[in-house]
């Protein structure tokens, strides 16, 4: 892997296909399997402790940041394809207007387990 960080000259890198700086996943679309884009990514969840992505918060719907309701979606859900430049996760958009979601002024609860469970079960993907 070849970097220009420590040069003064650029905070560009060169990465690798399976590594991203979260930077650059904010703002990636989001499409479901039929194609329909379903929204971007607006930030991402990390563990403090064991530094794993636990989730990509999707905005979704709305219009110029006004209305859009967020869904935490699990990591493991999306798959990236390079075709479209974005991830595709496997939900309808029938489906996503029931998934786990919160409002532009709400603040989830990361600190109560039963809110990451309800996310992952929705999902069916096992809960850390």
Do not use: C
């Not at 929204?39 to 719907?61: E, L, N, Q, T």
């Not at 974005?86 to 809110?115: F, H, M, N, S």
């Amino acid at each position: 892997m070849s970097s220009t960080l420590g040069t003064g000259a650029s905070t560009e890198m060169e990465l690798g296909a399976d590594v991203i700086e979260a930077s650059r996943v904010n703002g990636t679309r989001v499409y479901n399997t039929d194609g329909d884009n379903l929204g971007h990514i607006h930030d991402i969840v990390i563990g403090k402790r064991d530094g794993r992505v636990r989730y990509a918060i999707m905005s979704f719907g709305g219009f110029l940041g006004i209305g859009e309701d967020y869904h935490p979606l699990p990591w493991e859900v999306l798959k990236y394809d390079e075709r479209q430049g974005g991830y595709v996760v496997g939900i309808t958009i029938d489906q996503l207007k029931e998934a786990p979601r919160y409002g532009a002024t709400a603040q989830p609860d990361w600190l109560d387990p039963a809110y990451g469970r309800r996310i992952n079960d929705y999902y069916g993907v096992a809960y850390y």
